[in-house]
């Protein structure tokens, strides 16, 4: 109380000053107790960028923290945290937040520091992002960019996963990445690509349809079968059963006795 007499009674020791010049001002005063709690927007701020996981909690034990923080004699008060900061304060808390690669654009409260870091808003990044992959018939999107299925230059097996192959951009140029290794990339096993692309053909449009059935292969023997079928029977690598088949049963039995 006599702190606060001594500043009204300068507050009108001012007033009075001003009227012998003409002038009329009005004084206002405000004595506040210090409790240790002044610098509370930057022990938040800090707090929270040194461990995130604070953010996630609710009012109450941030304020709990903070009073823990701040070695406060009296529990801080949650609400607090829902008043506007100072322009001070502001000063002090954005180059904190900014250096732990927050955006502060939106900082006005003591809730939005809390909420900056919980909801990792990044410098830069005006969307949380998220890693999606959306399968259709004739291409898949990748965290919303979509890549059309391509003919992997291989001989057809009639799976899906290892005949066909996105597009992909690295660097400047275009590179052809089978599909089986986008699905391993993505965490993604090949029975559930399966059941994923039968949904994506049972509800593909007529075009997405049409654009599958012109990339689609059916399966073939590998060349290297073809090759081993018509090698002679002395050929090395040659199958005793497809040399058995051309010389016959009675030649055969004679081959296999010696």
Not at 86 to 104: F, T
Not at 162 to 185: C, M, N, Q, W
Not at 192 to 206: N, P
């Amino acid at each position: 109380m006599a702190v606060r007499a001594r500043v009204d009674k300068a507050g009108a020791e001012a007033t009075a000053d001003a009227a012998t010049s003409g002038h009329a001002v009005t004084v206002k005063t405000t004595v506040y107790l210090e409790d240790g709690s002044k610098n509370w927007p930057t022990t938040l701020a800090e707090m929270v960028c040194k461990t995130p996981s604070i953010a996630k909690g609710k009012a109450a034990d941030i304020a709990a923290r903070l009073t823990m923080e701040l070695a406060l004699d009296k529990p801080f008060r949650p609400s607090r945290l829902s008043k506007p900061l100072s322009a001070n304060a502001l000063r002090m808390v954005r180059p904190i937040l900014s250096s732990c690669g927050y955006e502060v654009s939106g900082l006005a409260k003591g809730t939005d520091i809390v909420r900056i870091v919980r909801d990792n808003l990044r410098r830069g990044v005006t969307v949380p992002q998220t890693i999606t992959t959306k399968f259709y018939a004739d291409r898949v999107e990748l965290d919303g960019r979509s890549f059309a299925y391509r003919q992997r230059d291989r001989v057809p097996t009639g799976n899906a996963w290892h005949d066909l192959s996105l597009r992909l951009t690295i660097g400047v140029a275009g590179v052809d990445v089978p599909l089986a290794a986008v699905l391993k990339l993505r965490n993604i096993g090949i029975g559930e690509f399966i059941q994923a692309d039968e949904r994506a053909r049972h509800a593909a449009s007529a075009g997405e349809a049409e654009k599958r059935a012109t990339i689609d292969r059916p399966a073939r023997p590998h060349p290297a079968v073809h090759r081993l079928s018509q090698a002679p029977t002395d050929a090395p690598g040659a199958l005793v059963a497809q040399a058995a088949m051309r010389i016959g049963p009675v030649q055969c039995q004679a081959r296999d006795i010696t």
